[in-house]
């Protein structure tokens, strides 16, 4: 049985090819979740013409029509947020604690771009000739393509969806195959919604098969990437050939500083649970600590007792702290990252393997691994992990941390512990990351407030807040004589 089928044009569609793919539990490789039918390129413009069919009658729909049936898809995401929750913890292994908050952070999400089309989307400037009407109109761009990743299988696909569809664009979504259970069951509540056929459409299967003919399609205006460097520089190229919009949201190494002034107690809560939740797997996670001064030894304690209270298991679990990494491929990545940096002579303070209780299982679990004498050359201090690793690093001063801390092509998240004002604030003055916290965990975003990283992090855009619009839609500037 195929649990997971393509859905264009209002309907659940079977691909153009017979080839299946089965998504199993990350827990457990031998529990098959679920079966997925991938998509060839014709699919993928079967999907585009549709979305491109409905543009026309969804971009002159009045905002509060729209708004309405984001809002629908709210209430409904709400009331299926537990059965949506456990599909997520199954198919791609984070807590049920973590899948259902991101569920309903979906349904907030939601929420508020809902309201988002009775909001001014202009501005009146004032003409040279002191009478007409000069002013600014944002518009659609017409078909969007999305492309997602696994790790926030719900919260992702929304946060660029809700924005697309609320300012007027029609959208087709290429979600992670990994994560293609979870995207086609999201699907089944925005039909239940009833967006218009063609509005939202859906294609699944591998992004190097469908990811350029999504992105080449003469009708695709622009693209809504995230996911990994690689792949982001690749559609960067493609998309400015063809002279589209295209915004990408890619990896960090996000750093912490704690200083001697510091709440160690909550600092250390706040780095682990930065560095371990998700298994690591988050693009804004803890993933060096640089710990300023004299408290080096004490703030280690600090993490090695947190650590050793970490319940690793399957998340659907209760007690579960963090589960296992999404796919066996992405534990052999983290298991190599470890090797790499006991090789390059950074010391291993605690982890570093496949937890003891779980070696038998079929699971694809990684200890709590932390290292300490990194230097900021180690790949441990350069290279996104993606797994629960983090690295300790040690500074004199402020100023050396924070130069640490920004040694990276990396500017996405980053963090300081202190209880001073002045080392706060010269942290936030220089510190080279798109998302800057005082005292707050690197990991965690607000959808109210614009989301997105400096340097290679991102493709300097925005995601999320009202600073969406930027993206999903165009500046018309109009002049009015009379
Ligand atoms: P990925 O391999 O780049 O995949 C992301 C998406 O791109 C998937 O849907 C994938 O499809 C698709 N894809 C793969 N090759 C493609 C191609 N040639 N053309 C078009 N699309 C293609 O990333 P991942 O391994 O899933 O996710 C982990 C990465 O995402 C990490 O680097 C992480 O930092 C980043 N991330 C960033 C943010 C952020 O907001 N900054 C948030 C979350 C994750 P298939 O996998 O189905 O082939
Ligand atoms: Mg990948």
Sequence with gaps: MINAINYIGGQRRMPQSEQVVENRNPANADEIVGKLAVSVESDADLAVQAAYAAFPSWRSAAGPFRGEVLLKAALILERRADE??????????????????????????????????????????????????????????????????????IAIPLWKMAPALIYGNTI????????GLTASLLFEVLHEAGFPAGVVNLVLGSGSALGNALIDHPFVQGVSFTGSNGVGRQIAQRASLRGIKYQLEMGGKN?????????????????????????????????????????KEQFIQLLMDRISAIRVGNGLEAATYYGPLATSDQQQT????????????????????IPKDQQ?????????????????EMSLAQ????????????????????????????????????????AAMIFVERIEAGMVKVNGETAGVEYQAPFGGLKQSSSHSREQGRAAMEFFTNTQTISISY
């Excluded at 087709?172 to 990994?178: C, D, E, G």
């Excluded at 983290?334 to 393997?353: P, S, T």
């Excluded at 500074?395 to 963090?415: C, F, H, P, R, V």
């Design 360 to 376: 038998n299982t079929k699971g694809y679990y990684v200890e709590p691994t932390l290292f300490d004498q990194v230097t900021a």
């Design 334 to 353: 983290v298991l190599n990252h470890i090797q790499q940096g006991i090789a390059q002579g950074a010391r291993l303070l605690c982890g570093g393997d």
């Design 255 to 295: 750093a912490v500083i704690v200083m001697e002034d510091a709440d160690l107690e909550k600092a250390a809560d706040s780095v682990i649970s930065g560095a371990m939740k998700s298994s690591g797997q988050k693009c804004t996670a803890t993933s060096k600590v640089i710990i300023v001064g004299s408290i």
């Design 172 to 179: 087709v979504l290429k979600p992670a195959t990994n994560a």
């Design 383 to 422: 290279d996104e992990i993606f797994g629960p690793v983090l690295a300790v690093m040690e500074a004199e001063t402020l100023d050396e941390a924070i130069t640490l801390a920004n040694k990276t092509k990396y500017g996405l998240s980053a963090a300081v512990y202190t209880r001073n004002l002045e």
């Design 84 to 153: 949506l929750a456990e599909l997520l913890t199954r198919e791609m292994g984070k807590t049920l604690v973590e899948a259902k908050a991101e569920v309903l952070r979906g349904a907030a999400i939601l929420k508020y771009y809902s309201a988002e089309g009775l909001r001014a989307n202009g501005e009146q400037i004032p003409p040279s000739d002191g009478k007409s009407l000069l002013y600014t109109k944002r518009t659609p761009l017409g078909v969007v393509a999305l492309i997602t990743p696994w790790n926030f299988p």
